[in-house]
């Protein structure tokens, strides 16, 4: 089979992504490739249709345990034979695997890099056939990158005892140009052939808030996102603590994870999101990067991560079906203090590195700091600085940002900004600092007891911006810390101090000027019509069918089908094989297993419906999106739909097939399809 047949016969696609067509012909001409493709573009395919086309197996060496399990159960759903090799394995489950794998009974391999230097591995390399080892995650093997993972220094050895060089391919979802060429030094890559396809991930609408309350934001956003589910992150393991708890309390179904927890626990919290048994994980940046989950709609950053490249990874694991779903940002002031308190004490636990690569690395993580607090305080495009940051060129307006969704006036506010330093300069000629909520308060002219006791009401600067929403007053002081003309202090309680800009800004007065928000607009023609396809009640009766299905297999639901593919049901509205094949995501493998179970329940949905209303006006519907043949097979369907099943008639249904008639025959006698028979007889428990 060539390429696109694989792709559709496994994978159920008709055409490959950006760039995944590209880096697969390098690979199948032999030659080794980075591919850094942000995550929910497909880099799985890339490797795992070539590893279908080779002749001999395919290692993959991937980070965690989680995140090779959901790969081989997608990969053996789709009819692929595969296998995963780690410490989660018993060892009766072990040793089978080992056994099948001399055997030559798997295409693909996934392998912890810890894994690679034990002698089963070592045997196993010498007796068969490796044509390729893919290491994903590949940006872990660079001390400079993000998830720096001393075991992955381990795999160059492991190739060089290979008794011939395979292809070698590595894939990543972040990396900056410096990262680039460490994975190719460090993991020996013969004149690869790179592919950077881009960062931009146009299915999610990134948003930076500053609310007072964070709690209660968080609460309106996630009331906002119905039974979805979704992420919350937060920076500490207490902090998890608490928002979980709060949610529970609030009546959301959430659960919780970070490393502190038990290991049986933080297993067990984790399947009860995957299988969607709680719909919110708050959790630490422990979790995640081994979660395929599809479906996850939102991820909100309760806190400010210290770099973008985590925080792109950790909200990119939004929307990896492809569908639209929301980043959002939390943002305060006491999240840069915590960060920099953070990458401190990883500078000391970090005992791989020599002291002046720990100096190095300490001062790139400032920067990086610095970077992502200009991100969470920029007013322009956050897709723009997003994409820039990671060198992409890219649009000053992407339309799918809080920025570019609320709209934004350029306001001058250079006399706002001396005020706000001035009153810092005339409250540390009192001999002390203070922090941002003294400053706010004084500018406003507040009569608070603390503030009246101190003073500072005798100030010049008392009461010069009481017009002045103390919102904005708040937006105006971060912007001059992030810009370097004031700063904070870095103890536990941070106060507001003069920087040598705050002498330029009132010395040389140079324009200042910020973005101010406009009101929230809507969100755009396509979500309405995700979201109309989403809250109908077909798209909920295959959401419950698929549940059934995977409760049965004891698989994760999305690794049956993504609700992508769920909605593309409701668009196509398949009712045969043929039509079921045609469906996003689906390969010949899930149409073989599942075909009669979701067309019988389409077919019944149809007849039962036959006035469905469509998408609201304008947007895109299901007989708009399909193929002439297609149009004509639902209109078919709609006109011919069989009448309701009475009482006697499934009686006499049961009868017939317990007397050993076939189903075309029963089909016949009753005018129905032999779809809708099957579909029958399994809800009357008849057939399974």
Known sequence: MDKLSVLKEYFGHKTFRSGQDQLIDHI???????????TGAGKSVCYQVPALMLRGVTIVISPLISLMKDQVSSLISAGVSAACINSSLTAEEYSETIRNAFQGRYKLIYAAPERLDTQDMLRLASAVEISMVTVDEAHC?????????????HITEFIRRL??????????????????????????????????????????????????SKYEALRKLISGYGDKCGIVYCLSRKKVEEVCDRLNSDGFSATRYHAGLPDSERKQNQEDFIYDRRRIMVATNAFGMGIDKSDVSFVIHYNMPKNMESYYQEAGRAGRDGEPAECILLYSGMDVRTNNFLIEKSREENTELSESEKDLMLERDRQRLKEMTYYSTTTGCLREFMLKYFGEKAPNYCGNCSCCVNGFEKVDITVDAQKIVSCVYRIRQKGQDYGKGMIVDVLRGSRNERLLSLGFDKLSTYGIMSDVSP????????????RDYLCLSGDDYPMVRLTAGSAELLRERPNISM????????????????????????????????????AKAHVPAYIIFSDAALRDMCRILPTDRTMFLTVSGVGRSKADKYGDDFCGLISEYIRSHPDDEKAPEGEVTYLEKQLDSVREHIAVSRSTAPRPWTASEEKQLEKEFRSGMTTDDIASLHKRTKLAINSKLRKLGIIS
């Not at 093997?141 to 220094?153: E, H, T």
């Not at 919102?471 to 992030?482: F, N, S, T, Y």
């Open 471 to 482: 919102e904005r007053i708040r937006a105006e002081l971060e912007l001059l810390i992030a």
């Open 141 to 153: 093997v660079s001390q400079w990158g993000q998830d720096f993972r001393p075991s992955y220094l």
């Open 28 to 38: 199948l001409s032999g030659q080794d490739v980075l591919g850094i493709m942000p």
């Open 163 to 212: 008794p011939y060089r395979p292809i070698i391919s590595a894939f990543t979802a972040t990396a900056t140009s410096e990262v680039r060429d460490d994975i190719i030094r460090i993991l020996d890559l013969k004149e690869p052939f790179s592919l950077v396809t881009g960062f931009d991930r146009k299915n999610l609408y990134f948003s930076v808030m500053q609310p007072q």
């Open 515 to 550: 973005n101010l928000p406009k009101e929230k607009t809507g969100l755009g023609k396509k979500r309405a019509a995700d979201r109309f396809y989403a809250e109908s009640p077909l798209f909920e009766e295959l959401r419950s069918l698929r549940g059934k299905l995977a």
